[in-house]
């Protein structure tokens, strides 16, 4: 998959709306905090979203501690041997389309089984690195995180599995429905609703711009800031869509179905197709026509 189009597609996810819930649901089922991560393993979305549960805040506050859970998270991204053992540990589940791993969802933290005295081996490293918790407080915030066996983190493995396949479905539809319409400034709505009633037609961003009394510029600027997508990409994806509705719902020629639907080159129709779905038009109709 092109990494242009990873970002797109990763993009979307943060925009949609149904990830949000997502995250909401998970969160409020196993009592920890359900995250979105990109590809770097960088925390994109977090439920809650402005807090952190109290055991993690303990963790925050002390640097050297954050930065030995950022290196163990890595090195469990990576695959690799964790370089250290940690008292908790965090649930992930990597997001691949097309063979790529484009993002992570993730449960963090739960209880790791294991001896009194490795945890307070860790404590006593901790409040040395600058952890102000007494040995009585740090027991019982590691005993408020949820602890769970082999078989529940596979059970949570299936769910989150679950929530992909329903976000992954929720990609093949229309551009405009991953761009909540209360985020976007009115300027940039409005290019999107002029995008959504005039794919078909020769439209370029100049001249939409124009039209809306502003420069080229600026709102090539806004409309990337707002939506994640340049506005080129939004349009060949919009049109794209028209074109998948055509080839699931009618027998027509591709040619004329992808000239009718804005592409004035069957060359980069083709091309941009394959980008955007990973296949030719005529392998996705074999696979979604409903005639």
Not at 26 to 51: I, K, Q
Not at 156 to 162: C, D, G, K, Q, R
């Amino acid at each position: 998959m092109p990494k242009t189009l990873s970002r797109t597609i990763f993009q979307r996810l943060l925009n949609a709306p149904r990830t949000r819930d997502i995250l909401e649901d998970l969160h409020a089922c196993s009592g920890t905090e359900a995250m979105l991560l990109d590809a770097f393993g960088n925390e994109r979305l977090r439920f809650p979203r402005n807090e952190a549960l109290p055991f993690r805040q303990q963790i925050n506050e002390v640097p050297e501690l954050r930065q030995e859970h950022q290196r163990v998270r890595q090195a469990l991204l990576s695959g690799s041997e964790s370089p250290e053992q940690l008292p908790w540990q965090e649930l992930i589940l990597p997001l691949t389309l097309e063979g790529e791993r484009m993002a992570y969802l993730m449960l963090s933290p739960f209880r790791r089984s294991g001896e009194p005295e490795a945890l307070r081996r860790f404590w006593i490293q901790a409040v040395r690195q600058g952890l102000s918790l007494s040995w009585a407080e740090w027991l019982q915030a590691w005993q408020s995180l949820p602890a769970w066996s082999s078989a529940q983190q596979k059970s949570w493995i299936h769910l989150m599995e679950a929530f992909w396949q329903q976000l992954r479905q929720s990609l093949d539809q229309s551009p405009q429905q991953h761009l909540p319409a209360e985020r976007l400034p009115p300027l940039i709505l409005q290019a999107c609703r002029e995008v959504q009633e005039r794919f078909a037609e020769p439209l370029r961003q100049q001249d939409l711009a124009e039209e809306l009394g502003v420069s080229a510029e600026h709102m090539s600027r806004l409309f990337h800031q707002s939506t994640g997508l340049r506005f080129g990409e939004y349009l060949c994806e919009t049109r794209i869509h028209a074109v998948k509705e055509e080839l699931k719902h009618t027998r027509d020629p591709i040619s004329r179905i992808s000239e009718r639907c804005g592409f004035s080159s069957l060359s980069r129709f083709n091309e941009s197709f394959r980008r955007i779905t990973g296949t030719n038009p005529s392998r996705w109709r074999k696979l979604h026509h409903d005639l």
